[in-house]
């Protein structure tokens, strides 16, 4: 009568106990795995963040350190100019006047 009432559960839809209690082991072992493949991919996310966080932090300092370089420069560049213009002011004029009007024949007018 035992076969009978096992045979008439499963022909019928319904879970036996040891049926039952076989689809909580293999949810327990799956609920497992996910347990795990969630863990190393939260290690994975936090590697990315670390290495992209490390990557931005040298690209600012790459940033700054071509900010100085040009800054220098530019401080050395007024520099000459003012000394230039201060022993030649007439040639200096000349040369502005004269870049003045390549940029206006190459600028489109109004």
Known sequence: ???ETKSAA??????TDAQ??????????HGSAA??????FGEKATDVADNLAHHAHDAGHAIQDAGQSIAKKSKHAHGAVCSFTKENPTTAVLIAFGIGAILARILPGR
């Open 1 to 3: 009568m035992g076969i």
């Open 10 to 15: 499963n022909d019928s839809g319904y879970r």
């Open 20 to 29: 039952r209690a076989s689809d909580r082991a293999s949810l327990s072992e």
């Open 35 to 40: 347990s795990g493949m969630k863990r190393d």
